[in-house]
Antibody
Framework: EVQLVESGGGLVQPGGSLRLSCAAS????????MKWVRQPPGKGLEWVSI???????YYADSVKGRFTISRDNSKNTLYLQMNSLRAEDTAVYFC????????????WGQGTLVTVSS | DIQMTQSPSSLSASVGDRVTITCQAS??????LDWYQQKPGKAPKVLIY???NLDTGVPSRFSGSGSGTDFTFTISSLQPEDIGTYYC?????????FGQGTRLEIK
């Protein structure tokens, strides 16, 4: 059974850092396109970052230079390192597995809440 | 960047009604478009992929059509369990972009 479990969210001060983890089971993270998608409280979905099976990475302009997506194939885990956090980064962060190139996100984690506030 | 303009932003319809949501892309995205349903407090669920393909296990009352820049999502006969928010997502180019969402309520 495919499962994605996020962790690492919490309360952080502006300018701080946080690393989110997404532990996968039932498939190989390294063989798939994996994304981070976030949702600010009461708002819509926003794509954050993607890592392709070949290793290429891309970011939304709003997080470029501050966030880094990575994976550890030995741990079958996806990561999102978030630095220089801002209040507008407050959101529930979901990891997803895309099953049709970069689309058809059939599998989502439960989400982890990141709150950036002093 | 490709902008996705989704409409309407909210919709109230009766059980059994036909419901239609549209997404317009600012540039040609071929058919690289998905439709998602999200219920409160839950992760989104993909209903339609590649603009018109019904995902596994999704009821046949859901359908999608379109290509290029204009896309339509339809529920042929609205059911009470269909309440939630619906999003389109294009993945023809990065940055990947979502529509603003359509909140669907039962009248």
């Amino acid at each position: 059974e495919v499962q994605l479990v996020e962790s690492g969210g919490g309360l952080v001060q502006p300018g701080g850092s946080l690393r989110l983890s997404c532990a996968a089971s039932g498939f190989a993270v390294g063989a798939n396109y994996m994304k981070w998608v976030r949702q600010p409280p009461g708002k819509g979905l926003e794509w954050v970052s993607i890592i392709y099976s070949g290793g290429a990475t891309y970011y939304a302009d709003s997080v470029k230079g501050r966030f880094t997506i990575s994976r550890d194939n030995s741990k079958n885990t996806l990561y999102l390192q978030m630095n220089s956090l801002r209040a507008e980064d407050t959101a529930v962060y979901f990891c997803t597995r895309s099953t049709n190139g970069a689309g058809r996100d059939r599998y989502w984690g439960q989400g982890t809440l990141v709150t950036v506030s002093s | 960047d490709i902008q996705m303009t989704q409409s309407p932003s909210s919709l109230s319809a009766s059980v059994g009604d036909r419901v239609t949501i549209t997404c317009q892309a600012s540039h040609d995205i071929v058919s690289y478009l998905d439709w998602y349903q999200q219920k409160p407090g839950k992760a989104p669920k993909v209903l339609i992929y590649d603009a018109s393909n019904l995902d596994t296990g999704v009821p046949s009352r859901f359908s999608g059509s379109g290509s290029g820049t204009d896309f339509t999502f339809t529920i042929s006969s609205l059911q009470p369990e269909d309440i939630g928010t619906y999003y389109c997502q294009q993945y023809n180019n990065v940055p990947i972009t979502f529509g603003q969402g359509t909140r669907l309520e039962i009248k």
